[in-house]
């Protein structure tokens, strides 16, 4: 097993910036396949969640939704098994909880085939 837990998220105003990570821990050696990703989703009230971005573990192949690229940018602190996803430029509609994921997904987007999940943080964007 995996365990993710995030921390950093909170209150900001539009136009603002936060910085979200993601540590990992228990079998993280799981990281050194080819295909393991770690990845930010987010769930707005009402509406389903949604992929924010993803890092490829092997060679840091980085990848975002349309919404957030060029404002959104997801790392990684290497030796510590953490995950950063820096957001910058934060609308209203960026609110929602973001979770952190890790797995081995066909597809990047669709959250049903990541294997692991944190429990989320609240980010909320006031306008």
């Known amino acids: 097993q995996v365990q993710l837990v995030e921390s950093g998220g909170g209150l900001v105003q539009a136009g603002g910036s936060l910085r979200l990570s993601c540590a990992a821990s228990g079998r993280t050696y799981v990281g050194a396949s080819a295909t393991y990703v770690m990845g930010w989703f987010r769930q707005a009230p009402g509406k389903e969640r949604e992929f924010v971005a993803a890092?490829?573990?092997?060679?840091?192949?980085?990848y975002y939704a349309d919404s957030v690229k060029g404002r959104f940018t997801i790392s990684r602190d290497n030796g510590k098994n953490t995950v950063i996803l820096q957001m910058n430029s934060l609308k209203p509609e960026d609110t929602a909880i973001y979770s952190c994921a890790a797995g081995y997904p066909g597809v990047l987007t669709t959250p049903e085939l990541y294997l692991f999940w944190g429990q989320g943080t609240q980010v909320t964007v006031s306008s």
């Open positions: 890092i490829r573990w092997s060679d840091s192949s980085t």
